[in-house]
């Protein structure tokens, strides 16, 4: 199971800001801090919308990168997502990373009154969609026919920067969305598994080591030759920069109806001073393969020492 370990690459993921000049202050902080990309999830609630938010980073910076993490295939026609991808990537100068996924969040589907169709069924439009999205940001003509989707002679207009495309990222926590991310992502973003819409304890317990392992088991069968050609990472739930590391992993247990030390295994959280921390993330690239690290915004500057440390090593 053993993946070549990587270099470091860090990223943060942001949600809201108060007004455009302080959306463009946070994504310089965030460069300046040393992190190589800002993304930006895709939901109804308290964050900006992606799109316009992304783009307004990539310009008021010079060498972040931005991306979605991730757009949610429900909420946009594929057709309609491929010209927004080919965009952003072409007015960011190729800076633009693509994440996709199946959507999971019950909650938006339901305040949106759209349907929430089984895991299976949105997984598998999902599919399609990418699809359809590569041939599109491919050049020439493009045609599919497919269960959900039918398009017709079409042609991709703009074209990416980046060939064949730009950087598609994928997460997951169940075998078949791995099994997706690992046959078709560039980068594979290993998560709790959410097919329930909510989170709750099984949720939690979901993102234990044990199952972690399990996870990238599915992830290597699946990859067969590419997997060395896959940048993995985990889904960072919190990042804490604290000396009372045991403290708070025992108040998170309590939840959880676990230990302390099953808090600090799971790769989803990152609990303990700058040295704990790079420790820990040198111990699960070690045992993971996990080299591509997003911390959530409001970790991005108490954790950027540990940016400092580990970029590129």
Known sequence: MKHTARPFRFGVQEHATSTGNAWKDRARLVESLGYQVLYLP?????????IAALMSAADATTT?????????????????LAKEVATLDLLSGGRFDFGLGAGWLAQDYEQA?????????????????LRIIKGLL?????????????????????????????????????????????READIVNVNFDLREGRVNRRVARSGFAEATVEKLGWIKEAAGDRFEDIELGAWTFMANVTEGREEVAAAMATGFGAEARDVLEMPHFLI??????????????????????????????????????????
């Open 42 to 50: 895709d939901h109804f609630g308290e964050q900006v919308a992606p």
């Open 113 to 129: 009154g759209m349907p929430y169709d089984s895991p299976g069924v949105r997984i598998e439009r999902m599919e399609e969609g």
């Open 138 to 182: 491919a050049g020439g003509s493009f045609s599919f026919t497919g269960k959900h989707y039918r398009i017709k002679e079409l042609e991709g207009y703009p074209l990416p920067v980046q060939k064949p495309h730009p950087p598609i990222l994928i997460g997951g926590g169940g075998r078949r969305m791995l099994t997706l991310a690992a």
């Open 64 to 80: 972040l990168r931005v991306g979605s993490l991730v757009f949610d295939n429900d909420y946009r026609h594929p057709v309609v």
């Open 272 to 313: 303990g001073t700058v040295d704990e921390l790079v420790d820990d993330l040198r111990a699960r690239r070690e045992r993971y393969g996990f080299s591509f690290v997003v911390v959530p915004g409001d970790a991005a500057e108490a954790f950027a020492p540990v940016v400092e440390r580990l970029s590129g090593t």
